[in-house]
């Protein structure tokens, strides 16, 4: 499992330009199942991305790929854990 963070680089106009192209994206991995959740950060300088993956460096590359850091306008952070404990009915989080 992986918390990925990004960090806006640019002022927000340029990545609200940019907004329709991310969250397509964005719904493409959602779609594989790579990614579980994903959201602004508050205040509005990030954003956080929940991934299921082994595969740290297909990640990355992934995320390169990702509208936002394409265009300069965002960086990425990639933390990796494994989930040991969970809330009731958030089990999938453990496996991978």
């Known amino acids: ?9 640019r002022p927000l ?3 609200d330009a940019l907004m329709d192209a991310h969250v397509s994206w964005l ?13 602004r950060q508050v205040p509005r300088k990030g954003g956080v991305i929940l991934a299921r993956s082994g ?5 990355e590359a992934l995320l390169a790929r990702d509208p936002f850091v ?7 952070d990639v933390i990796e854990f494994v989930p040991s404990m969970t ?4 089990e999938v989080l453990k496996t991978i």
């Not at 499992?1 to 680089?9: K, N, P, S």
């Not at 595969?55 to 990640?59: E, H, N, P, S, V």
Request: charge should be negative; aromatic fraction near 10%.
């Open 1 to 9: 499992m992986f918390i990925v963070t990004l960090t806006y680089i």
């Open 13 to 15: 106009e340029e990545l």
């Open 55 to 59: 595969d740290r460096a297909a990640l």
């Open 27 to 39: 719904k493409t991995h959602y779609e594989s199942g790579l990614f579980v959740a994903s959201g």
């Open 70 to 76: 394409q265009n300069g306008v965002a960086r990425t």
């Open 87 to 90: 809330a009731p009915g958030a």
